[in-house]
């Protein structure tokens, strides 16, 4: 389970993701914002020990969250995050 801040610092790139996909409907964002938080919590608890650094890096990968995907973006997204995830 990841510490707190990095919760708080998960929680805050997740608001900003949201915040900013105004190109999609409201509950296509929603959708897209919850299959983040999937992916990254997948990839936070993978690790024995998650810093800030290793949260980091993982929010690399996932982009920008100022700069969300339209929708067929986001479709290609959706195919990239369930290869890597397998």
């Known amino acids: ?3 707190d801040s ?3 610092a998960i929680e805050r ?3 900003t993701l949201r915040k900013h996909c ?8 929603d959708e897209f914002v919850v299959e ?6 997948v990839r936070i608890s993978a690790e024995d020990n ?3 650094e290793t949260l980091d890096a993982i929010l690399q990968r996932v982009g920008d969250p100022k700069q969300p995907p339209d929708s067929a973006a986001r479709l290609a997204l959706d195919v990239t995050v369930a290869r890597s995830s397998s």
Do not use: D
């Open 22 to 29: 105004v190109r999609v409907s409201p509950a296509e964002a």
């Open 1 to 3: 389970m990841p510490s």
């Open 50 to 52: 998650p810093t800030p």
């Open 36 to 41: 983040i938080r999937s992916h990254i919590m």
């Open 13 to 15: 790139y997740l608001e």
């Open 6 to 8: 990095i919760a708080q």
